[in-house]
């Protein structure tokens, strides 16, 4: 059967005839009717056997021409069966190469970069685009043209072409290209050797002798890349030459960390200093036998292959420079199980490790070419041929294709074409066999290297420098006066438990994040500035958090036991500046470290390293690097107060720090008031993680999240009042003690048991207003110990008190309804809130609601993603239907709801809508749906994925198999593991149990981290054809009650 069927296959290839002229080359294309052009995939090269589909199969339409690059505004995918799906900008001609003359047709390369700008897939250039690089399936580039070629070959008429399809010049064969046979000696379905259509399913087509500079372009290839470059590019390098965006100091002064025991030490290093030891010969080439390297890597992840070129530091190489043994030198044991890991800059641990013995051997890792055999189902069995080259070093790289890396996407030089985010340095590596997705595994946002076991030389407690380790327990003395200069905290602190605020072994990774200040600053010594890299707890986090003072006035003196130095708090806890790197945003510190080592008392100190001797592989190299880590073992570093002229302060070998401080004057810290200061508030329930007291003192220690605000009163009289108040955020503290996921009403009782019930949505809600003083916005529920007059000096307040007749009350101020009171503003301008004001308050219960679904309805802590908005669209050639659903009509939708285990980024069990049957729900009846063009999904940053391309339309409407042949659907999640899906980690119904963050919506697709895209907004669906799209939607199926 099998043979018949190709027998059939290629004698309706003979017979398809196609428009022409004999044998002569000047043929008329005028009169072409590309819609039903035999050229093309989509219409099966004019087979009409319905068993027979070699060319409009998904395998082809669904693969994707990709057009990215620095010149173009954002990278963009388009499959071949949108490219086929469409009369403009198509070309048919005759063209020349090594393999003869044939008629060609496809798609104009000009059209292509200019006249399809609009819609969801619209191509827009930058002003700076100038080169274009067409490039295989590989990457690797198989030609350039200036812009200014591709125009004017459209305008002589002899268009470049990315080709879909082949035929004789005679006019009586034709054919769409295919992919390459898995075995050279074998071809794919629908190869017709007399037109040689493989190496497909786009070839680039043109005129080799008129246009472009491509010598080695002999013979038509395939295409599936185009690259848009800018007239000029700023190199690798985080420099000034390359320009402010990327010479930015927060890119070129970004700090990157070295150590473990296998270096014994720690190093810090700017960007700048390592991009120093990658040397440039006079031709512009990286120095033979230095630490720098250049290549093009070949990388992978779940979805794609890809080719870029790379530029950094020889990882193994480094290393050895900054003193780590090599591998002969360790042995064959110890260098393989010395381990390589990496930090990113929030502290997480990247999943790739190498030991030594894998840096020191390149050969371990190859480029490798993608067979076109391959469909990515894990069918494919790679052999030796795919194998190009062995011998990639690790590269540490800052930049990729002659550009820096960015931090963020939203940094001035990140190109969303080029996608050169996850910077400034990322840990890049090849291939160590075929189907290694080493793309997926590259270090991005580094910020240490661990060499061997992680040991933090950095500190004096953990150092096995036993001179700097002596010093762990010097003490530091903490004074904290009131303004009576009465003493509220008398404390000593070590060496040791200062550095253990960060690095303590149940220190919780946010709070180290927290503390924890690590940057270049300026110290002022004799008549000129010294820039070092300072290391510390970060002075606002150590009184406030650690500390935890009942205010933020006052001043602070620090002292070395002879010098004193005085500022006010407002003046420490400001941010600085480093003058001379043209930094901002630098925070005070009380610093341990100096350029990564124990800071000692002087240089004649045990413990003092002026430098470390390094290991230079160039003349060039430097030959030591400077530690000078005298000033401690702590010191006080204040970044200047001025952008342009360095004020920067510093108190070295700090001994004693004095808070005089003008409290809080709400807070019940003095008599009468500090009766009160132990009672205590409980909140409990279903509806919280745990159940939690807390003293008034207590809530009042937290300063940094202190209110005070003017609040507007309407009693059940009618009668509007102003009162000020200052307290905790109700919320703040619900989110504090951990919310469940379905957490609802919250009721409030007072000492006398009577309750006001409220909504959580009425708790956490932070915009009510003062409908007395308009200016007094941003208002949320508190819970207040103590109160003031509206409009009045804001540092004139008193603590609450129980009644009237309790001492302290004073009725001017109206200080009564504490220790705690819950303070509610006003809903609307007449809404009464007296009554939901709860005197002193006792308790506060959080109950739990029902839930049959995880939809974002099931607490108030999830609802505000209710009112999301997503919007669905169906377009075809010349029409297009749009519609906004709001989150909460998704979530309604319970017959196509879906919730099922998946295993792709360990997301575990999910729950949302089915995406394919999402799209027959709506637009069912839409002609050409059930044989779409694309299904493209849009991420809110701009990412998208054309799921059709890739799980082609079997995927979409049966599901993709897991591992074990099981089918999981592709569905539109809102949920995973019992929690709705937030925006951020930052969001209180994030719980790092589920990893409900990226949302509130996002594709989860099994197998596939690519097509797995968060931040979905939007989903577009193209279909073959034309006419006008109408469609109708039956609001009764977002209705709950039915």
């Known amino acids: ?111 292509l970069l200019k006249d399809m700008a609009d819609g969801d897939n619209g191509i827009i250039l930058t002003d700076k685009a100038y080169i274009v690089d067409l490039k295989d399936c590989n990457r690797e580039t198989i030609a350039s043209f200036t812009l200014e070629d591709v125009n004017s070959a459209s305008s002589d008429g002899r268009p470049i072409l990315l080709a879909y399809g082949k035929g004789t010049t005679d006019g009586k064969l034709a054919a769409p290209f295919v992919f390459d ?391 420490l806890f400001a941010e600085g500046y480093n003058t001379s790197l043209e930094r901002s945003g630098l925070t005070s510190l009380l610093a341990f470290s100096k350029n990564g080592s124990p800071m000692v008392e002087t240089a004649e100190s045990g413990g003092y390293t002026a430098q470390y001797e390094l290991s230079p592989l160039l003349d060039t190299d430097p030959k030591f690097y400077t530690v000078d880590n005298d000033g401690g073992p702590l010191a006080v570093i204040i970044p200047s107060s001025d952008a342009e002229v360095c004020k920067a302060l510093s108190v070295m070998n700090v001994k004693s720090i004095m808070v005089n401080l003008v409290p809080d004057a709400y807070a019940h810290s003095s008599a009468p008031y500090s009766e009160l200061k132990s009672k205590t508030v409980r909140f409990y329930g279903e509806g919280l993680n745990s159940e939690r007291s807390f003293t008034v003192s207590e809530l009042e220690g937290m300063q940094t999240s202190a209110i005070t605000r003017d609040y507007s009163i309407l009693g059940q009289d009618g009668e509007h009042t102003e009162a000020r108040y200052r307290g905790v955020s109700v919320y703040e503290l619900f989110a504090e003690i951990g919310l469940k996921n379905n957490a609802g009403d919250v009721t409030v009782y007072a000492e006398d048991g009577t309750s006001v019930r409220f909504s959580l949505s009425q708790l956490k809600k932070q915009n009510f207003s003062n409908y007395l003083n308009p200016s007094q916005t941003g208002l949320g529920a508190i819970l207040a110990y103590g109160c003031s007059k509206a409009g009045g000096d804001i540092m004139d307040g008193l603590p609450l008190v129980q009644s009237p007749s309790s001492d302290g009350y004073k009725a001017d101020y109206g200080n009564d309804g504490g220790a705690l009171m819950l303070i509610m503003p006003q809903e609307a301008k007449n809404s009464v809130n007296s009554e939901l004001c709860v005197k002193n308050v006792a308790a506060i219960e959080v109950s739990a609601n029902d839930i049959d679904t995880w939809g974002h309805a099931m607490s108030d802590v999830y609802s505000e993603f209710l009112d999301y908005e997503f919007t669905f669209t169906v377009k075809n050639d010349d029409s297009e239907w749009t519609q906004v659903f709001t989150l909460g009509q998704l979530e309604a939708l319970d017959s196509i709801r879906v919730r099922d285990t998946y295993s792709v980024l360990d997301m575990g069990e999910c729950e949302g809508i089915n995406i394919w049957q999402f799209v027959r729900l709506i637009a069912g009846d839409v002609t050409g749906i059930d044989n779409p063009v694309s299904v493209t999904v849009y991420a809110s940053d701009g990412y998208k994925n054309d799921l059709l391309s890739v799980f082609y339309l079997d995927g979409l409407e049966n599901g993709v198999e897991d591992e074990n042949g099981d089918r999981k659907a592709l569905i539109l999640a809102y949920a995973v593991k019992g929690y709705p899906f937030v925006d951020s980690e930052g969001h209180e119904g994030y719980t790092g149990l589920a990893g409900n963050s990226c949302g509130p919506l996002r594709v989860i697709a099994e197998t596939n981290q690519g097509a797995s895209v968060k931040y979905v907004t939007k989903l577009v669906v193209t279909v073959p054809g034309s006419g006008k799209i109408n469609i109708s939607v039956d609001n009764s199926i977002f209705d709950t009650e039915k």
């Open 181 to 571: 046979a898995a075995d050279e000696s074998e071809h794919s379905l629908g190869y017709v050797k007399k037109l040689k259509n493989d190496d497909g399913c786009l070839r680039l087509v043109y005129d080799l002798n008129t246009y472009g500079d491509n010598k080695d372009y002999k013979r038509f290839g395939n295409v599936a890349y185009v690259y848009i470059r800018e007239s000029t590019e700023p190199g690798f390098k985080h420099t000034k030459e390359s320009g402010e965006a990327y010479g930015a100091s927060k890119l070129s002064d970004y700090i990157i960390t070295f150590r473990g025991d296998a270096l014994g030490r720690e190093l810090d290093f700017t960007v700048a200093q390592l991009e120093a030891l990658a040397v440039y010969d006079k031709d512009g080439s990286l120095t033979q036998g230095g630490i720098g390297y250049s290549d093009f890597y070949s990388l992978a992840n779940t979805t794609y292959w890809y080719v870029n070129e790379y530029e950094g530091l020889d990882l193994y190489k480094l290393l050895m420079y900054l003193g780590m043994e090599s591998s002969e030198e360790m042995g064959t044991a110890k260098s393989r199980t010395t381990l390589i890991s990496f930090l990113a800059a929030d502290g997480v641990p990247a999943a790739e490790s190498f030991s030594v013995d894998t840096l020191s051997y390149p050969e371990a890792f190859g480029f490798y070419k993608k067979n076109a055999a391959d469909m990515g189902d894990g069918s494919y069995k790679p052999t030796n041929a795919d194998l190009v080259k062995l011998g990639y070093p690790v590269l540490l790289a800052y930049g990729v294709n002659n550009y820096p890396y960015t931090i963020g996407k939203t940094d001035e030089g990140y190109l969303s074409g080029l996608n050169n985010n996850g910077g400034p340095m990322r840990v890049v590596f090849g291939k160590n066999q075929y189907n290694h997705a080493n793309g997926s595994y590259q270090v991005q946002y580094l910020s240490d290297v661990i060499v061997g076991e992680n040991l933090y030389y950095n500190t004096h407690k953990y150092t096995d420098d036993a001179s700097q380790n002596a010093l762990t327990e010097d003490e530091l003395s903490i004074l904290v006066y009131d303004e009576n200069g009465k003493t509220l905290v008398e404390r000593k602190m070590t060496v040791g438990e200062i550095e253990d605020i960060i690095y303590g072994g149940d220190v919780e990774a946010n709070a180290a994040k927290a503390a924890r200040v690590k940057d270049s600053y300026e110290v002022r010594e004799n008549s000129g500035t010294e820039n070092s890299v300072y290391e510390g707890v970060e002075l606002e986090y150590l009184l406030m958090e650690e500390l935890g003072l009942p205010g933020t006035n006052g001043t602070v003196t620090f002292s070395d036991g002879t010098k004193e130095l005085t500022v006010t708090m407002s003046e």
């Open 1 to 111: 059967m099998k043979r018949n069927a190709v027998l059939m296959v290629m004698l309706a290839l003979v017979l398809a005839l196609i428009a022409g002229c004999g044998e002569k080359t000047e043929i008329d294309f005028s009169g072409v009717d590309y819609a039903a052009s035999v050229y093309k995939h989509i219409n099966n090269g004019g087979l009409s056997e319905d068993d027979v589909l070699p060319y409009n199969v998904d395998a082809i339409t669904s693969a994707t021409l990709t057009v990215e690059g620095p010149g173009v505004v954002s990278s963009i995918p388009l499959s071949v069966r949108e490219l086929e799906n469409r009369t403009e900008g198509l070309s048919r001609g005759v063209y020349s190469d090594k393999s003869g003359k044939y008629i060609y047709e496809g798609i104009d390369l000009a059209y």
